[in-house]
């Protein structure tokens, strides 16, 4: 790999053991794919954890190179994981661990927005700009919606990005990895009318058919909500590993079919009907009981939007008592929903809205009264709630929030 | 039989192959405290991938996983090596964060030449394997 003269000094330890041992990582990283140079890094966010990793990665480092966001747990978790109920015994050290991640880091430039949804707080990359993150769903949304160009980079690689500025330049940094590789065309379904969770269960059926290989979708109006691709794209690296989805006619690299998969014949074509979509409720609606503890939304955190309507079905209502109904956001989004009296509506009819915190692992187990069944619209929580053991319904908002004031699930 | 493929991590090792005919994400589908593989209806359930080289098509799933495995490694849970048909970046950094000896793209699927119980010699830094049939 070719190494520009700054890049030479941080590889041989002048700039200390952090900044060669990061540079070292990204070229190891680089080399499985070819790639003969590291790039600059316009966008970064990266977690906190890895323990004493952590602390080695960042030995000697004064100031990170990156502008850089921090992921979902970093800051908050605490606070929301006692309001959510979470015994005492497991919050034990939570605070602590916080305050040491928070003191470690800010001095060195990391912004704690504590989010998995970074752009919707303000580190948005655009069109041709390299980001480095982790989250698979950010990575898609970014690629595929802004079109900024970045890898599913885990997040010991966001890591070392984020210390560097540096990544290397291979996979979908590069024009010709960009293209489709496999067509989805959606027939005889009336997307205008499918909900979130009808998104969420075809985009789980096309990961799991894609497997590492972009996508290219046909048949998706070109009016879409933003909401909804979220809940589109959110799960298709979670049944598979996709982190470029096109969608002909709304996405900025795909205005036809021909121009998103570059000219070539796709590997496969897949037919998305009513078969299909089917098939991906299925398999994330595993429950066996109709009995729902825990309704959780918010994976990726909450849009504005998203909670308005969260707001406008619990308005006047009461949630059922042995029920927790919990909205997770970012906390700037939730400063709004404050100011459009969201979070007063939700809380009124007896749900909690916290922020900062990943929700995807539910502490289902860890609760004061531990609870076994759960409810959500996400598709990536369900797979991966009931991957854990838990018993998932998976639906819309307006099924999830019916089933909160009911106690139970209504078939 | 000797297998020839690229390099994804740097090493040496040996050690008996489990194989599975799934892409493989260390969130979700391994139990870190155990070194065994968690969900139902999965083609390895309940078996221990610890110890031993861990032969799968590619990676899926959260971009957590080096992480996760960080956290089993501690505790012994992490396989001694992976095999890959072609391994997805967030594998990658998994083997790289956590010293795996990794390879992929071999010059035949170890899908198909590979079986669980087979002995495997990997110079994963030169890309050669050696199948040991059982």
Redesign the interface.
Known sequence: MLLTDLQKRMYQGEYGPGFQKAIKMLIEYGEVWDADRLVNVHSAHTGLGGGDWLNEILEGVDQIRAVTTTHAGTVGSFQARKAMGVAENYLQGGEQVEKQMLDLCVPKGFIPASTCTPYLVGNLPTAGRVFSWPGSSGIIISNSIFGARGNRDAMPASMVSAITGLTPDMLLLKKECRYGEVLFKIEDLDMENLNEADYGAIGYYIGAVAETRNVVVEGIPQNVAFDKLKSFLTPQPVSGAVAMCHIVGVTPEAPTVEEALGHKKPEMTVKIGKKELKEGWESLHTAEKDEVQVVSFGCPQLGINEIGKIARLLEGKKIASGVKLVASTAEQVYTLAKRMGYVEIIENAGGIIVTGICIMGFPYGQLETPATTGATNSAKAASYQARSGTNIQYGSFEDCINAAIKGKWER | MILHG????KGQVEGEAIVSQL?FSY???LNPEKGTV??KGHDLEGQSIAGKIFVF???????????VA??AKKLGNTPSGMICV?????M???A??NDIPMV?RLDQNPLEVISTGDYIKMDATRGVVEVINK
């Open positions: 690229k390099t994804v991590k892409p969130l979700g589908d968690a969900p098509p590619t990676g899926k799933g959260s971009t957590v996983g080096p992480y960080n956290m072609d391994v997805e970046p967030v990658a950094m998994v790289i964060m992929h």
